[in-house]
């Protein structure tokens, strides 16, 4: 699991001035995206941009994402796989994933990494899931590969299946999203959240995304560059839950000098699980550049 | 020669004259005299309506040689400069010097009087389109004089630039020759322009489509400056004159580079009550205006004025109380006019109010912060606004220096790379404002503070805001774009860029 992943930020494949100018936003994660933004007539010409912006610019310490075509039933998932991979990028992100698509993945990133002379399993996978089907079989998907490093929650195609409307209040994706926190926590992997539609609404994608992370998800798609700024501080660690973790940290160095295991820190147990996450929380805190 | 900034000048150019070499943006703050105008009072009719321009032309003796001005409150509307022109033409009359505030693509025109030698020079503060791209070709005989809005005050008030006949768009006027912009078929808001040119030129001719019964009310030029007054059937295209086309920028690039713009004046310490602000009315600068709008809100600030162009959206800050004055030089679209109607916080200023470095004291003077756009940004801080990157005319400072060199801090907002060209360069291809009096410059892949600027450095790091050097985005941008080949000029200087202090600071070559 990354340390800070918080906002994934989607670009369409086919813009040039949009690549070239995607990480100037702040996003923790780029997606260059192959899939829905780009018509089927320009599938072709966006993949060779993305793998030339990719192969020609500099993106270093921006995660970068590339959102392929379905590799099932689509002859464009596979041709994006083979024109791109060779140029590395960080991962790829699979649309209306399975499990069969990821293994479908992964072995033809296998036979890549081994070509090329990459290190194996250093082109990582994101699920994008958006069935009932798949939400429901997420503890097999995230069995699929060793390459997952997230799955992501597609709420449009889920809730249009479900025959349900996308709500501000979201009580129609409380399961898909606990769910999905449940089973990336146990796989540890990330868990990201759906994109919010509207992108005018700085209000509604605050309170989205803590809904969101109230429920254990770690980062969320952003669809729109003004959204990443909204997203990056709600999932950075508040300012409350940096002081607490620098003191619960201070605390075990004290305790362990003093041979104790568990102890008590204003009134509340400290166990191990509790410093682990305390020290997660320093560590996200100083990548998302907040003084600790 | 060199001037102070190391560019190469001619000491003498043909058609223009000496040089006098810009020696630093506050070196010549001493005193001028202003010119005495000689004045020939009338009592003889209590009309002074003539029936055509080609009437006026006789009775004010135009001739060969002479100057003749025109204001641009009408923009890209304006049939006036395109009328008066085509009068001179069809008398035959050769050889005129145009003093223009300034060119739009709509004066194209005038390129054909350019060729054949009714007009042979040009002066102006803004030029686009046509008439920019004939002058980069070598079309017009002697060099274009491009001047500052406040330097063209002082070079009229001073008799530097001596106007023979003024001709005065006016979309309302009597017939006693008081106007005003307000009202009329071709109301453009304040006539601020053209105050020098009807103060200090030898014969004013105001051109009207909204002649009204004497007296107009209210008066903006006044009628003992005015000589004649024209009708005529239509002064502008309105669509042209208030296009209404400025809105705050969509473009997440502009946006984030307004966003950062805006932490720099929070991190200033200059926004404060009594905070005095200008910006241009391009998307990415109301963009600016509008983040600095929530800060103000947040902080419960009144600003003292807004200065410059004013659009609907300064309009707004003012009646929502963010500002208790708005200082208009030029109404950009019909809710400025109609705010300037109703409104007596909105007020007019004069080109010489604004920006002259040379009376006694510029509204620039006490602007705390100035937003500036950039076409080229070099390592001094430069800032070329005149010429593209291919070298071609294409602008001019209008009020860009005086605002840079009297704002307490003077914000160039750009992207780094635009149409694949870096923005930030080694040299700027033509400079138009000196880089000692540019303070910040704002883009979407980091924040330079001019070394100058030692205090605003500190507090901009102190801030936390990704300041790099003017060399790291240089680099930054070139890493995208490559270094770009130097424009090949040919060796006939085609315009003079005076400071506003009428030194020269830099001259264009023709292509």
């Known amino acids: 699991m990354s340390d800070l992943r918080r906002s994934m930020l989607f670009v369409p494949g086919f813009r040039p001035g949009m690549l070239q100018n995607s990480t100037i936003y702040g996003a923790d994660s780029i997606i260059f995206d192959l899939e829905d933004s780009v018509a089927v007539s320009e599938k072709d010409a966006a993949r060779v941009l993305v793998r030339n912006v990719l192969q020609e610019l500099d993106f270093s310490g921006t995660e970068m994402v590339v959102r392929i075509n379905p590799i099932i039933d ?219 | ?43 003889s009719s209590p009309n002074k309506v003539l029936d055509s321009l080609g009437g006026a032309l006789e009775k004010c003796g135009l001739k060969d040689g002479m100057t003749v001005s025109f204001h641009h409150h009408l923009r890209n509307g304006d ?16 050889d005129i010097k145009v003093a223009a505030s300034s060119i739009f693509p709509i004066h194209q025109p005038l390129v054909k009087h350019m060729g054949n030698g009714v007009v042979t020079g040009l002066y102006a503060g803004y030029i686009s389109g046509a008439v920019g791209e004939a002058v980069s070709r070598g079309v017009l005989k002697n060099p274009v004089v491009m001047q500052t809005h406040g330097g063209r005050a002082r070079a009229i008030e001073a008799g530097e630039l001596h106007i023979d006949v003024a001709f005065i768009a006016a979309p309302t006027c009597d017939e006693y020759g008081n106007m005003n912009g307000l009202e009329g078929p071709s109301a453009c808001g304040v006539l601020t322009y053209p105050a020098a040119d009807a103060y200090y030129a030898d014969t004013v001719i105001a051109v009207t489509d909204n002649l009204v019964p004497y007296p107009a009310c209210p008066i903006e030029i006044t009628q003992e400056y005015v000589d004649y007054v024209v009708p005529v059937e239509l002064i502008g295209d309105s669509a042209g004159i208030v296009s209404g086309t400025t809105r705050i920028t969509n473009d997440p690039a502009g946006l984030k580079i307004a966003e950062s713009a805006a932490q720099v004046i929070e991190a200033s310490g200059l926004l404060k009550d009594g905070f005095s602000f200008q910006t241009g009315a391009g998307g990415t600068s109301l963009a600016v205006a509008a983040y600095v709008k929530e800060m103000m809100k947040e902080k419960k600030i009144q600003g003292s004025f807004a200065a410059g162009g004013i659009t609907e959206y300064m309009v707004e800050m003012l009646e929502e109380g963010y500002f208790r004055t708005l200082f208009d030089g030029q109404c950009f679209d019909l809710k400025a006019v109609e705010s300037l109607r109703r409104n007596k916080n909105h007020q007019r200023m004069s080109m010489s109010m604004y920006g002259n470095p040379s009376n006694k004291g510029a509204v620039v003077n006490k602007l705390d912060v100035m937003i500036l756009g950039a076409t080229e940004v070099d390592l001094d801080f430069n800032v070329n606004v005149t010429t593209n990157s291919n070298g071609l005319l294409m602008g001019g400072s209008g009020g860009h220096s005086d605002t840079a060199a009297g704002a307490k801090l003077a914000v160039v907002v750009t992207k780094l790379i635009r149409k694949r060209f870096p923005i930030v360069v080694d040299s700027a291809t033509t400079v138009t404002t000196p880089g000692e009096t540019v ?62 202090d009428g030194t020269v600071i830099d001259v264009v070559r023709q292509l």
């Not at chain 1, 998932?77 to 791109?84: L, M, R, S, W």
């Open chain 1, 74 to 292: 689509s002859p464009f998932g596979k041709e994006d796989v083979a024109e791109i991979a060779g140029v590395r990028p960080d991962a790829f992100m699979l649309p209306k994933a399975d499990e069969e698509g990821i293994r479908i993945l992964a072995g033809m990133l296998d036979e890549i990494e081994q070509k090329e002379g990459f290190e194996q399993e250093s082109i990582k996978i994101f699920a994008l899931v958006e069935s009932t089907s798949a939400v429901l079989n997420l503890s097999s998907i995230v069995k699929a590969s060793t390459r997952l490093a997230g799955i992501m929650l597609g709420a449009e195609d889920l809730t249009a299946e479900l025959g349900i409307k996308r709500t501000l209040q979201g009580n129609e994706l409380l399961y898909a999203r606990s769910h999905l926190a449940m089973v990336c926590k146990s796989a540890g992997i990330d868990a990201i959240d759906t994109p919010f539609g509207d992108v005018g609404d700085q209000e509604g994608l605050e309170y989205d995304a803590t809904q969101a992370r109230s429920l254990g998800l770690t980062g969320k798609a952003a669809i729109h560059p003004r959204q990443v700024g909204t997203i990056n501080r709600t999932f950075s660690p508040s300012p409350e839950e940096v002081i607490y973790a620098g003191k619960v940290v201070a605390a075990v160095k004290e305790a362990e000098k003093a041979g104790n295991g568990v102890f008590a820190l204003d009134g509340k147990m400290v166990d191990a699980p509790v410093a682990a996450r305390a020290e997660k929380v320093l560590r996200q805190a100083k990548l998302a550049g907040i003084e600790v």
């Open chain 2, 79 to 94: 049939y006036v400069l395109n009328m008066v022109l085509e009068e001179i033409a069809r008398h035959g009359i050769k």
């Open chain 2, 439 to 500: 303070d910040v410059l704002v883009t979407e892949r980091g924040i330079a503070v001019n070394p100058l600027r030692q205090d605003v450095l500190e507090k901009v790091k102190k801030a936390g805001l990704p300041v790099k050097t003017i060399e790291e985005l240089k680099e930054t941008a070139e890493k995208l774009t490559g270094v770009p080949e130097k424009v090949d000029f040919k060796d006939k200087v085609v315009a003079v860029i005076e400071y506003r």
């Open chain 2, 1 to 43: 020669m060199r001037n102070a900034l190391g560019r190469e000048l001619p000491e003498y150019i043909a058609g223009y004259g000496e040089v006098r070499p810009f020696a630093g943006a506050f070196a010549h703050a001493g005193e001028i005299n202003r010119k005495a105008v000689k004045v020939k009072g009338d009592w």
